[in-house]
């Protein structure tokens, strides 16, 4: 009986994992298992099509980053599309796990202060780094179609959404667990820096007078790596229901200050999210001295999960399959882009 075959590749847009992790992961998952042949397999058409020979072989494509041209890779192919906020909180609800109220903006769009409380968070659908995410008073979001954005604003490429306000204590603290195949390879706190101006309690926005920063991670911010328990819990079941078939993500988990109950706000995935050897992960381990591989053996870790997904998800598998995207309709009627008004 033929080995099975473990691939490992990386996506046509920017490094998730540089190639001398790759190469080290493929080490270790031959160490490890004489029963899994490894090859690695960069992003040109060139180095594809040596898997060719091996289209008849049980074989798991795991790519790091967003497949859009699958080429001649083989095997069932395992990859993260990068999908709208809105569509990968559907599907964390969906799995019964605890996520911020939220609602994409439409044309029809009112809320309610009584139910959502008099702020709400207001962010694009598509968008990245915490870009255009401000904080809006609720009665005052409304619909606006994208023509009367800059083109470069990310509503051209979708919706806004109104997500519940989530308070983290007097400067904002979030956690961005990495997660490989359902296990979490680092666990990383931000907390916004105290020279910003502190929110003194959860809604006291109007005494503070403007300029409060309700994202934690920042340039101006401090990173520190904690092994907290309940958030690395929520983040790696988050994983496992909702995204099973994505390799790797980037969860961002919320404390709420006065409940203390954590919830997921995002799932980041596809691009290089992963952090591990990308240019924004390196920046943050060398500015604030620490080290996303050493916390849990991040390739030690991940090498085992590649073995674990290997064996149990090998298969014969025409040339390009992949697995299918989970899809989350937006709301019937809704055309264009939603933005609110007002602050």
Same mark, same amino acid.
């Given at each position: 009986m033929k080995k099975r075959l473990l691939i490992l590749t990386t996506a046509l847009e920017a490094e998730s994992l540089s190639r001398r992790d790759l190469d080290a992961l493929a080490e270790r998952v031959r160490r490890r298992a004489p029963d899994i042949d490894v090859m690695v397999a960069g992003?040109?058409?060139?180095e594809h099509w040596k898997l060719l020979p091996h289209a008849f072989r049980p074989a798991v494509t795991v790519g790091? @980053?967003?497949?859009?041209?699958?080429r001649f890779l083989v095997g069932e192919i395992l990859h993260c599309p990068r999908t709208p906020k809105h569509v990968d909180l559907e599907r964390l609800r969906s799995a019964g796990l605890p996520v911020p109220d939220w609602v994409v903006v439409t044309p029809g769009t009112a809320l309610d202060p009584a139910v959502w409380g008099p702020y709400v968070v207001v962010k694009p659908t598509v968008g990245r780094s915490g870009q255009e995410v401000r904080i809006r008073r609720t009665e005052r979001v409304r619909y606006a179609p994208s023509e009367s954005f800059p083109s470069e604003h990310p509503i051209w490429k979708g919706p806004l959404m109104a997500q519940r306000f989530i308070y983290t204590g007097r400067w904002p603290v979030s956690y961005r667990v990495c997660t490989f195949f359902g296990r979490a390879l680092y666990c990383c706190r931000a907390e916004q820096s105290h020279a910003k101006r502190p929110l003194e309690s959860r809604f006291d926005f109007p005494r503070a007078g403007g300029g409060v920063q309700i994202i934690a991670p920042s340039k101006s911010s401090t990173y520190t790596l904690v092994d907290d328990e309940e958030v690395i819990s929520l983040a790696e079941r988050a994983h496992r229901r909702a995204f099973p078939d994505y390799p790797y993500l980037g969860l961002d988990v919320l404390?709420?200050?006065?409940? @203390?109950?954590?919830s997921v706000i995002e799932a980041n995935s596809g691009g290089a999210v992963l952090h591990l050897s990308s240019k924004a992960g390196t920046g943050v381990q060398q500015t604030h001295g620490i080290d996303f591989y050493r916390q849990f053996g991040a390739l030690d870790r991940a090498?085992?999960?590649l073995i674990e997904v290997t064996r149990r998800r090998a298969v014969v598998a025409p040339i390009g399959r992949t697995s299918q995207p989970f899809r989350a309709d937006l709301?019937? @009627?809704? @055309?264009?882009?939603m933005v609110p008004r007002g602050d």
């Open positions: 992003r040109h058409r060139r790091f @980053g967003w497949l859009r041209k699958r404390r709420d200050a006065d409940s @203390g109950e954590v090498a085992e999960r709301p019937r @009627g809704q @055309g264009g882009a």
